[in-house]
Structure formats: structure tokens, C-alpha cells
């Protein structure tokens, strides 16, 4: 069975951020970064070359197999800031109708800028997916 690519590392969170080229990003990425911090209770941590992941959770898949995986994340990619959140929680739809300029796919959220969605909406939906990813 072949390893994930995507898995913790030990790369530093601050060497990354200094890779951001885009002010306004990075800080945008220490912002979200503070708020999945504060909802998971755990410090950030590389997963692969561009994700910072927070807290971790036993992902069990249909044939049995187990893997670690991050219980939230973000990743500042070319064109969006990536949002790792759970894509089924009860409060799910109505915190993304509130948040903002964004898109989804499914278990992922697309902002431009942290400028162009609801702050207090941003951390609700955090906080919500992460209680949801906790006891699953």
C-alpha cells in the first residue's frame, strides 16, 4: 500500500509563511491560522509542502485502512486561500450564506482575501467544523 503524499512534516510554519510573495496573504494566512489554532487547540503544522494543518483525527476508509489526518487546515494557493473544513455539519449552510465573497467545493472553502468575508462568520464556521471533525 503506497503512502499518502499529503502527511505531517516538520518543516517550519515561519520559513512558509516567509515563501508567501503577497503581503496581504500571509498576514490573511497568520489570521486563519490564529482562528483554526484557537478552535482546535493545537499549534499549526506542515502537512506536505503547503498546507498548514491544526490538531489531528484517525480518518477510517471504506476498506479498513486507517491514516492520520489533520482535523482543519488552509493552504494560500495562486488564485485562493484553501479552507480544510468538515462538509457536513448541521450549522454548515447557513454560516456559508452569511460568510461572504467565497466558493466551496466539498470539503473545501475558496477566499480571495479575508477582506471579502465576515470575520465573526469565518470563526463560527471554523469553530463548527472542527466540533463536528472532533466526533466523527
Same mark, same amino acid.
Given at each position: 500500500m503506497t503512502e499518502p503524499k499529503t502527511r505531517q512534516t516538520g518543516s517550519s510554519i515561519e520559513a512558509f509563511y516567509a515563501r508567501i510573495k503577497d503581503d496581504e496573504v500571509r498576514q490573511d494566512c497568520r489570521v486563519i491560522a490564529d482562528i483554526m489554532k484557537k478552535a482546535t487547540k493545537a499549534p499549526p503544522k506542515m502537512w506536505g509542502s503547503s498546507i498548514v494543518g491544526f490538531g489531528t483525527r484517525t480518518v477510517r476508509y471504506a476498506n479498513g485502512r486507517e491514516a492520520e489526518w489533520m482535523m482543519?487546515?488552509?493552504s494560500p494557493r495562486k488564485q485562493?486561500?484553501?479552507?480544510?473544513? !468538515? !462538509?457536513?455539519?448541521?450549522?454548515?449552510?447557513a454560516l456559508l450564506k452569511a460568510l461572504g465573497r467565497h466558493s466551496c467545493g466539498k470539503g473545501c472553502v475558496y477566499v480571495k482575501r479575508l477582506s471579502d468575508v465576515h470575520l465573526p462568520t469565518l470563526k463560527k464556521l471554523v469553530a463548527a467544523s472542527v466540533k463536528h471533525t472532533s466526533k466523527s
Open positions: 482543519t487546515a488552509f485562493n486561500i484553501v479552507l480544510y473544513l !468538515s !462538509s457536513a455539519f448541521p450549522e454548515r449552510d
